[in-house]
Nanobody, 119 residues
Framework: VQLVESGGGSVQAGASLRLSCAVS?????VAWFRQVAGKARLGVAS?????????YRDDSLKGRFTISRDSAKNTVFLEMYGLEPGDTGMYYC????????????????WGQGTQVTVS
């Protein structure tokens, strides 16, 4: 399985971005993680296949971030609204074949990341 992210960029606070993750091959769970320099990667949101159940690390993200997928295009999206400087980081797409998509420790397959900078 290969994961290829795109859609990052430098934006001002309050802006929106949509990140895309092109997934080659099947994995039950696909997630987005964020990593700030010098810190561990933290799960942001995940989505299951084929049902499309979504999980968010915490409720504060649900109002601003939305994870979704286009099954026909094998692409998972992370739409981010009202971006804040605290959202800055490298965003990685990740996948695993287990059943618990909310288990952030299970993700072993990673993309190369896409940088999001909010000023």
């Amino acid at each position: 399985v290969q994961l290829v992210e795109s859609g990052g960029g430098s934006v001002q606070a309050g802006a929106s971005l949509r990140l895309s993750c092109a997934v080659s091959g099947y994995r039950h769970c696909v997630a987005w993680f964020r990593q700030v320099a010098g810190k561990a990667r933290l799960g942001v949101a995940s989505i299951s296949s084929p049902v499309g159940t979504t999980y968010y690390r915490d409720d504060s993200l649900k109002g601003r971030f939305t994870i979704s997928r286009d099954s026909a295009k094998n692409t998972v999206f992370l739409e981010m609204y009202g971006l804040e400087p605290g959202d800055t980081g490298m965003y990685y797409c990740a996948a695993h074949s287990g059943t618990l998509c909310s288990d952030w420790t299970r993700y072993r397959t990673w993309g190369q990341g896409t940088q999001v900078t909010v000023s």
